[in-house]
């Protein structure tokens, strides 16, 4: 490759449909004779289920989003405007003048609860997106990192946050930028200026996790400010990945919700993603008796996690460590309660038993005015203390009696 302008041509072709799938998918290798295998044998490879990777719509979207973003950037690198914009970016280091030429609203958010997999989703589009290479480019000669990877930091620190971007250009392409911004002691409105002239030249698109820790901290609008300058200085794309907490935090103000469109995503619906995830994760057993996933199992999984992946998971594994250690030997209903219940146990009131759509039938639900019938009756079986408060307000009935019928209940005068 000889000119900038040429630059975008070096990333692979972008796919689509089963193809993605496919190339998006990590299954770590397994041999069903590994359940005859010691104890420790079996335990240290029980950890491939953390490895195992099952691509579904929202691995598709965020690849789409990734690439195109890339691609944006890259397209402004070597043109006029971009040359202009370093002239301005000097300006803004030396006079402290500045003046955003490039402009753009190449900025979006990818928002999701916590364990869905956006994180292994991001990683799996970076890899095949860049090929883990850096873009190298002889006229004029200059060094392009497709993508990097930054945390926000926990206290939304600017000038921390900005070191650490620069930190990692060092750590792709082996400059200097880190150890001179140090040296030189730079400030934060020099160091503003600094990492637009490093972006212009040497990033892609720039990835920042953790966003959330922007709601919590008295710096997070700064922090925010300044990364709508390094946009406006820089013309890279920038991609915001948090919790759904940090879209109430962007939707505060015209200014920040406008600089956070994007993908949105929730658990996942009982479906035929999750099932397939819970069919492709149980066939990794290691204990000596091999069972087979049942709907019973399926619709279990999906109770007790909520829809959630990452719990998904962690209730397989732990159940196949409990059932080895135990001398049980079989992933079953039984060994997956007993990791809920001693493993799970600081998830239990994140995780909620009433979901958007039962996998069980639902229960019939005894009217107030039914003749004959009493209020313990009624009441009786499985209960949540919401479920009972909801009932309480639309039969106005007298929530203390209704606790009464399933747990001790004792009256103090205040």
Known sequence: MTNLSDIIHILPSMKSGDDLLSFMEILPEYDESIRGADVPVRLMALSDLYRIYVPSQMSLEIYSKMYLALLRSLQKKGTKLAIQQKNQNYKAIIQQEYSGIM????????????????S??????????????????????????????????????????????????????????????????????????????VALNHIGLLVVDEIQNVCNSKNGKSLVGMLTQLINNSGISICMVGTPESAVFFEQAVQLARRSLGLRYDVMEYGTDFKRFCEVVFSYQYVKQKTEITDGIMEWLYEHSSGNISVVVSLIHD????????????????????????????LHGFIHMEQKKQTSKPKKKMSVMDVGTSTEEKYSGEFTIAGLVDDAKAENEDIVQLLKIHMPVVEVAV
Not at 319 to 346: C, D, F, H, P, T
């Open 120 to 197: 292994s989703a991001i990683s799996r589009a970076i890899t095949l997106i860049t090929e883990n290479r850096v873009i190298e480019v002889e006229n004029p000669y200059t060094k392009t990192i497709p993508c990097i990877c930054v945390q926000c930091p926990f206290d939304s620190s600017v000038k921390g946050f900005l070191l650490e971007i620069l930190r990692k250009v060092d750590e792709m392409i082996d400059s200097n930028y880190y150890e001179n911004a140090l040296r030189a002691r730079t400030t934060t409105d020099m160091l503003i200026g600094s990492v637009s002239q």
């Open 103 to 118: 402009g753009g609203s190449d900025s979006f958010t990818i928002i999701g609860a916590s364990g869905i997999g956006k």
């Open 319 to 346: 159940a196949q460590e409990i059932a080895i250690l135990n001398g049980k030997e079989v992933l079953n209903l039984e060994s997956l309660n007993e990791a809920y219940q001693k493993r799970l146990s600081m």
